[in-house]
């Protein structure tokens, strides 16, 4: 490899292990206007006479004490985050493995520095010209969970936190898809992640998250995750509508810096015990 690859290489190096502010939005307003989001969609469904869609009730804002003073990552753990969570894909070990390896196309995707907030960078902004329904869905799963980790590890400070596809869980015991029940699965919508808050002799907590991405503004971040709430209430574990969960839509506007919107339903369900206690 030749000096100027060596250097450049060291440069990326040096970015992706740069550590700066991540912008979160959670609060009453953002909550009063995706439930005005979704009161508008349940109308415009039942003017077409179309089935209403199950929402998870109770949607609050993620507490200030658990989003701390502030969140700061590096792009480095924001990829590697979304490298993990896809890992265990029900496409097989080989694609998976193939998968994480391709989160490397966004390395230089992401710029930022500390005491600034995390942005596209010239490079993410070409790649969002091109391919921004790909680029948008990647890095709003790895800000999502990246984020998720962070909330959960504050909540429950002396427990380890493990992300796994919902796909992959559900399998065990359900059909996903209608090749897995060998019927049509009439229910499509599901998370798309859970995260299993453990602790050794305890049992786990399980949270649904669902992830979404834009580079539309925070109008589309209203719609998508007034959709979330959709796609959250779909798994149920313990008493009906209370389980736990975290749904966030990250903004990546083309100028200027991103925020990751965030709500959440509280609940005392998503208890795993085992079998014999």
């Not at 359900?174 to 299993?196: I, L, M, N």
């Amino acid at each position: 490899m030749e000096g100027n690859e060596l250097k450049d290489l060291g440069e990326v190096f040096r970015q992706l292990a740069q550590r700066s502010n991540v912008a979160v939005h959670s609060s009453a307003k953002l909550l009063g206007e995706v439930e005005a989001v979704a009161a508008k969609d349940d109308e415009e469904r039942a003017a077409k006479e179309l089935d209403a869609l199950r929402r998870k009730p109770g949607l609050q804002p993620v507490p200030v004490k658990e989003l701390g003073d502030g969140v700061q990552l590096t792009p480095w753990e924001v990829l590697h985050t979304l490298g993990r969570a896809i890992a265990l894909s029900r496409r097989g070990a080989g694609r998976g493995l193939a998968e994480h390896w391709g989160r490397l196309t966004c390395s230089q995707a992401l710029e930022g520095a500390l005491g600034t907030f995390m942005a596209l960078s010239a490079e993410g902004r070409d790649t969002a010209d091109h391919y921004k329904a790909l680029q948008s869905d990647e890095l709003g799963v790895g800000f999502a969970l990246a984020l998720a980790e962070s909330v959960l590890t504050r909540r429950y400070p002396d427990h380890s936190v493990s992300i796994v596809p919902a796909d992959t869980a559900l399998r065990a015991g359900f059909a996903v898809t209608g090749r897995d029940a060998g019927t049509s699965v009439g229910y499509r919508h599901r998370p798309q992640y859970f995260a299993e808050v453990w602790k050794p002799g305890q049992p786990s907590r399980v949270f649904p998250i669902v992830c979404k991405g834009d580079h539309s503004g925070a109008s589309a971040s209203h719609t998508q995750l007034a959709s979330a709430s959709v796609h959250a209430d779909a798994v149920h574990i313990g008493g009906w509508t209370d389980t736990p969960a975290l749904i966030f839509s990250t903004e990546l506007p083309v100028d200027g810096s991103m925020t990751v919107h965030a709500l959440q339903p509280r609940g005392n369900g998503g208890k795993l015990t085992h079998p014999g206690s």
